[in-house]
């Protein structure tokens, strides 16, 4: 008895490990309580997300299935054999259409086509309302007609050439290529110099194409060049001589030093010997000159 006693006798060493025992198996269940609730609660949410999930795919699925069945508008006359057999047609229905298409034929309706591929009505009672033929074919008009029309060659009328010193702002732009700027251009080029003196003179005006030139020429010519304003280059003062449209001040300087050391310029052949002289426009720049 005295023994067995003895057994639940503890010393305060081995109350104290009992205590730390108990608190130790008291913190373990309460850890795996809290972990297995919180295992538990978020169960729902991570459902809830696959649901999402499967959700979008189920819905991209329905789209592509719609989408795979979906015809939209097109033109038979270009059925390609992909499109064909997509479409519920044969192999010999296809090979129809391609080899009427080979003559450099086309189909433009709906009785044409099943004439051509010998489809079944049913078929073509389903793909026809979807056919779409080029405008001019489903709107046979006298307004199409027209529109046509004015793409028909017209009547050559003869063209009486004008006095280019003459010509007005909607002449000018009544030319091929001259639109509203380059008209005003052309007319301030003029007003600078006092008139033309040669149709080579568009060359040299920056923004004017070779065919609008050409198109210049056959309505105008310089016929009247009473009004040019002619320059004394002898006399002039080298800032007068930059005035000058196809002067500048450089060249103005070239011009006056020139004609100081050879006692002036005499004839057309010195200016080819000016520094900086535009040589190309020399036979031009000459008919503006007094010597």
């Known amino acids: 008895m005295n023994r067995l006693k003895s057994y639940f006798l503890f010393s305060k060493e081995h109350r104290s490990g009992i205590v730390l025992l108990l608190i130790l198996i008291g913190v373990t269940q309460l850890s795996y309580y809290w972990y297995s609730n919180s295992n538990i609660s978020d169960k729902p949410k991570d459902d809830k997300a696959w649901l999402l999930v499967q959700n979008e795919i189920d819905s991209l699925k329905q789209s592509f299935s719609t ?25 010999a229905e296809i090979d129809r259409l391609h080899q ?22 049913k078929l073509l009672l389903k793909i026809s309302p979807y056919f779409k033929f080029p405008d001019w074919v489903t709107n046979k008009s006298s ?36 639109g509203e700027k380059l008209a005003d251009k052309i007319l301030n080029d003029k007003e600078k110099l006092g008139g033309f003196v040669s149709m080579e003179q568009f060359q040299y005006i920056w923004g004017i194409s070779p065919e609008a030139i050409a198109d210049l020429e056959k309505r105008f010519v310089v016929k009247n060049v009473s009004s040019v304003k002619k320059i004394a280059i002898n006399d002039l003062s080298m800032k007068e001589l930059a005035k000058f449209p196809y002067f500048n001040y450089a060249l103005a300087k070239e011009i006056v030093v020139y004609r100081t050391m050879n006692n002036g310029i005499k004839e057309i052949a010195d200016l080819t010997k000016i520094k900086g002289m535009p040589n190309e426009k020399i036979k031009i720049i000459a008919l503006y000159l007094e010597f």
Request: avoid cysteine; charge should be positive.
């Open 143 to 178: 307004s199409t007609s027209e529109k046509f029309h004015k793409f028909l060659p017209k009547e050559k009328v003869a063209i009486v050439q004008k006095d280019i010193n003459t010509a007005t702002r909607e002449e000018l732009i009544a030319v091929y290529g001259i």
């Open 67 to 91: 989408r795979k069945d979906t015809i939209y508008p097109f033109n038979p006359n270009f059925i390609t054999d992909y499109k064909g057999y997509k479409l519920g047609m044969s192999v």
């Open 100 to 121: 009427f298409r080979k003559q450099n034929k086309y189909v433009n309706s709906a009785e044409d086509f099943q004439k051509v591929t010998k489809v079944s009505d």
